[in-house]
């Protein structure tokens, strides 16, 4: 999945290991595109790649306007976000453990 975000130009992508914290899912991926079409393709594009790959069918919401795409794999949940609207939220804050807090996001070639 990060690959697949890196690989469409994906900009600052966290991971977050919800592992023992969420019984909604095992991992986070936070993520964000300059635009709502960036938006919208870079979950378009993941959601392809998963099923071609895995015979995955996520589940998808917010795709039609490109503000905030949510992408429910079953274990790996993915947020696809306008940059604006990501800040607005601060999902890293709500999820990120406090020794995680300080770091940086990772690109996909190094995770």
Not at 34 to 42: D, E, G, L, M, Y
Not at 52 to 63: L, P, S
Request: proline content about 3%.
């Amino acid at each position: 999945m990060l690959a697949s975000v890196d690989d469409d130009k994906a900009e600052e992508i966290v991971s977050i290991d919800l592992r023992g914290r969420s019984d909604v899912a095992d991992h986070m991926v936070i993520c964000s595109g300059r635009s709502s079409r960036q938006v919208a393709a870079i979950a378009e594009k993941l959601a392809d790649r998963l099923k071609q790959a895995f015979g995955i069918n996520v589940k998808m919401e917010g795709r039609e306007t490109g503000d905030w795409v949510l992408i429910d794999t079953g274990d790996v949940i993915v947020h696809v976000f306008r940059p604006e609207v990501r800040d607005f939220y601060q999902l890293e804050k709500m999820w990120m453990p406090a020794d995680q807090a300080a770091a940086r996001p990772i690109s996909a070639s190094k995770a």
